[in-house]
């Protein structure tokens, strides 16, 4: 119980008609009632900043993306929109893999990057992001390229949902399989470069696709493996070809900030992209992994 003169103390500049509103000087914010009884912001009778997802899928259902830790390797075009579903829908634990910084021509895409974050780790500038919405969030991040020889220490067994944002078939293969391996669910995006239409995007098994020149190549390298499902985000879009001049070039023009490990110069094709596409992707992802958790389907 808190006394009238007690809240007046928590915070004397408080006016008189507004003493029934409190704070907790160890962190955290609560309220009193008019009786004066203490009430935590996420109290049964308070609103919170996932109130509004509440109403769609109920207190349980928030309790379990809380508690549910979400893997997202390659923080990207398509990788930070999943982020940002992911924690916007309350999940409470994340896992970011990413080796690369920002840089000036992901500003077009990449929620992360803004003039203020050319430079910086992708995964360090998405953690403080998602810390930014949920300070109560656990965020474990590796500044490191996905490799099979390197990947074993990005993986632990309390992963409820891993995401592949990656865009190397070497690597996205591999993740695939060491998920499939643990018995921990996965959806793998497939190409979101050169396209313009977000509303061709749909989810399906990796084996009901079609057109996607990525999902044609992971099709035929999962059945080698033995695979014989992953959920994937995919689109029936033809490919563009990308208008490439001197002004567009990568390999004449690169501007990689210092420090990157894997500049675009070394890379045979740079696909062209526009914001509304990959950032579809990611939320349809972000979509499918919050469903999952919440109604029990994996």
């Known amino acids: ?43 049964d009778n308070m609103l919170h900043e996932f109130s509004r997802t509440e109403l769609l899928i109920g207190a349980e259902g928030l309790q379990k993306l809380a508690q549910s830790k979400v893997a997202v390797f390659g923080i990207g075009g398509v990788g930070t929109f ?5 924690v916007r829908s309350g999940v409470g ?5 990413d080796d690369d910084c920002i840089c000036l021509t992901n500003i077009n895409r990449q929620l992360h990057a803004t003039r203020k974050t050319i430079g910086k780790p992708k995964v360090e500038v998405m953690r403080d992001r998602i810390l930014e919405i949920n300070p109560k ?13 390197t990947a074993e220490r990005m993986f632990a067994d309390d992963y409820n949902y891993i995401v592949d944002a990656i865009d190397t078939v070497t690597g996205k293969l591999d993740l695939v ?7 921990i669910p996965v959806i793998s995006s497939m ?23 990525l999902a044609k190549v992971m099709r035929q390298e999962l059945r080698k493996r033995g695979i014989t499902a992953l959920k994937v985000v995919y689109s029936k879009e ?12 990568c390999n004449i023009g690169c501007v990689c900030p210092q420090g990157t490990t894997r500049k675009c110069t070394t890379r045979r094709h740079i696909p062209g992209s526009i914001a509304f596409v990959p950032s579809v992707v990611g939320l349809i992802i972000a ?7 919440v109604f029990g389907r994996v």
């Open 93 to 97: 634990k994340f896992v970011l893999v």
């Open 82 to 86: 999943v982020v940002e579903g992911l």
């Open 191 to 213: 190409g979101a470069g050169n396209k313009l239409d977000p509303t061709r995007f749909e989810v399906a098994d990796i084996f009901k696709t079609s057109v996607c020149p």
């Open 137 to 149: 969030a656990e965020v474990t991040i590796f500044q490191e390229f996905y490799l099979p020889e």
């Open 287 to 293: 979509g499918e992994v919050v469903k999952d958790i």
């Open 177 to 183: 399989i060491r998920a499939k391996a643990r018995n």
């Open 1 to 43: 119980m808190f006394a009238r003169n007690a809240v007046k103390r928590l915070n004397p500049a408080f006016p008189a008609s507004k003493r029934w509103w409190a704070v907790d000087w160890s962190g955290e914010f609560c309220y009193t009632n008019k009786t004066h009884r203490r009430m935590d912001v996420k109290g």
């Open 238 to 249: 033809e490919p563009l070809t990308p208008i490439e001049t001197e002004s567009t070039s």
